[in-house]
């Protein structure tokens, strides 16, 4: 039997439909949810994102602010701009638009970011909270991948799982999330391509997930019989759009595989519309 394609769309659509009843509910409070969206520069790549954001902020009843600051903007003026924002109680969520000029530290800024306004789930604090288990605001991506994984109504509990890339935004946080599900998981990374054992770690994974942004690095006769495959990675070349995964051969072993396009990353900005409702109902109960 051919593999499923997990698509992100139905996953997606349910959490935007979750979210503007919980924006509404929120409103009825006397809390409308906000998110500022901070881009540094011009970025033609950034706009695609910025665009999908506010769209996906209108629907769910979310006001949308993109705040387009100068290109030769110092370090120290952008994070006295996001303490501006911290310090806003009108501002419920902030994410910073990457990339960022090179006089910018990016992760010494996103760690400025209030916690509880983090709606990109990348502060110390948000991630120290996935580690120990009681996550609030996670990493998007991540957790779009670990929602699209429970979906296939798989159990974690003892599963061979393996994660392919080691960032901070996905790889780390969505290992964290299938080893907090009792998952058995094995992480690799550059220097394990480089030693040449990343097929041996991918041919016993019963669940894989792929974040690298290399096409095709990961051969489709490498799949396990019957696996959930999670392709991240997404590379346009030569006019096509490529996942980190040989998705054709992979679906003739898999049981469930992400398309690339329309996989994990689709649900991504709905994940972050419920992380900014998310972050102003943490915003609430601090204030009691």
């Not at 709905?270 to 409702?277: C, G, K, P």
Request: aromatic share 4%.
């Amino acid at each position: 039997m051919p593999a499923q394609l997990l698509k992100g769309k139905p996953l997606a659509d349910k959490i935007k439909d979750d979210v503007k009843k919980d924006v509404a509910e929120l409103k009825a409070k006397g809390v409308s949810p906000s998110l500022v969206a901070i881009q540094v520069g011009q970025n033609d790549a950034s706009r695609v994102y910025t665009n999908a954001q506010k769209k996906n902020a209108e629907f769910c009843g979310i006001k949308y602010d993109l705040q387009e600051l100068p290109a030769d903007m110092t370090q120290e003026q952008l994070l006295k701009h996001i303490a501006g924002l911290n310090a806003d109680p009108n501002v419920t969520g902030i994410i910073m638009q990457m990339p960022v000029p090179e006089q910018i530290d990016a992760k010494v800024c996103q760690w400025s970011i209030a916690y509880e306004k983090d709606v990109e789930g990348i502060t110390p604090y948000n991630m120290g909270l996935v580690t120990f288990g009681t996550p609030r605001l996670v990493p998007c991506t991540a957790q779009g991948a670990f929602e699209l994984i429970k979906s296939t109504g798989v159990d974690v509990y003892g599963k061979e799982v393996v994660v392919i890339g080691h960032s901070d935004i996905v790889g780390k946080p969505a290992a964290l999330l299938l080893l907090n599900s009792f998952g058995t998981v094995t992480i690799g990374h550059v220097a394990t391509g480089q030693r040449g054992m990343t097929e041996q770690h991918v041919r016993r994974a019963e669940i894989l997930v792929v974040a690298v942004g290399v096409p095709h690095m990961i051969k489709g006769d490498w799949i396990k019989e019957g696996a959930i495959v999670v392709d991240i990675g997404i590379t346009p070349k030569d006019g096509k759009i490529y996942g980190d995964v040989e998705t054709e051969v992979a679906m003739e072993k898999a049981a469930w595989v992400t398309p690339v396009p329309g996989g994990a990353g689709t649900a991504t900005t709905a994940i972050l519309m419920r992380n900014t409702v998310e972050a102003a109902k943490w915003q609430l109960e601090m204030k009691k």
